[in-house]
């Protein structure tokens, strides 16, 4: 393999889900069987770098100063749903059993991967949580130890002794799992039956 080859293979393995092979695929892919892809590809790269961002508000993706959902004015933005990622909040949409507002921190609490809480979105929900406009927190995080420090987190710390009702989903999610791997039906179990968290 050449040197260039190799480098864009090391880049594209440096992407979530890409081991070796994927990388040497895809790099394969690209510069020898379909190479008319590549402006596409790079124009595309190019426009989203240029043009989204995080919501202002919640840490979604949009592309102005704030998402779709967060300036729905049918959405319940009493209610707010805490997710890790992008991915669970997609998640949760699809399903179609949620009509209120969310909140990606982009990770969860891990000292062993040195996160903190310094490290994710918590002073914009603090910012939120404390305008006096929010009557419930639902805790979607993942149902696992880091999940539940996190929880924790946000209980102690960031809502504290404000008056706000805090729900747990987890009925329909198996221990270990995260929101982004389970069905519609299940996620709509889980937001239905979510619990007092205390």
């Known amino acids: 393999m050449t040197p260039t080859f190799e480098k864009l293979q090391k880049v594209l393995k440096k992407l979530p889900g890409l081991g070796y ?16 892809i590549l402006p596409q590809l790079l124009e ?3 426009e989203s770098l240029d043009k989204i961002h995080r919501c202002s508000i919640c840490g979604n993706l949009c592309e102005d100063e704030k998402c ?3 300036t729905h004015p049918k959405r319940n933005h009493a209610q707010i749903c805490v997710v890790e990622q992008v991915p669970d909040l ?27 809480p310094d490290d994710l979105n918590f002073a914009s929900l603090k910012g939120r949580l404390e305008s006096g406009k929010v009557e419930e927190i639902i805790l ?12 924790h987190y ?17 009925f329909g999610l198996p221990s270990g799992g995260g929101i982004v791997y389970a069905d519609a039906v299940t996620l709509k179990s889980a937001l239905e039956g979510r619990r007092e968290y205390n």
């Open 21 to 36: 092979r994927s990388a040497e695929r895809i790099a394969l892919y690209l510069t020898v069987e379909n190479p008319k």
């Open 44 to 46: 595309s790269l190019q």
């Open 68 to 70: 779709d959902i967060c």
């Open 90 to 116: 997609i998640a949760i949409e699809r399903s179609a059993a949620y009509g209120g507002s969310y909140h990606v921190l982009h990770g969860k609490i891990s000292p062993i991967h040195e996160v903190g």
């Open 140 to 151: 979607a995080l993942s149902n696992e130890i880091e999940g539940e420090a996190t929880c």
């Open 154 to 170: 946000i209980q102690d710390t960031i809502i504290g002794d404000l008056p706000i009702e805090v729900s747990r989903i987890g």
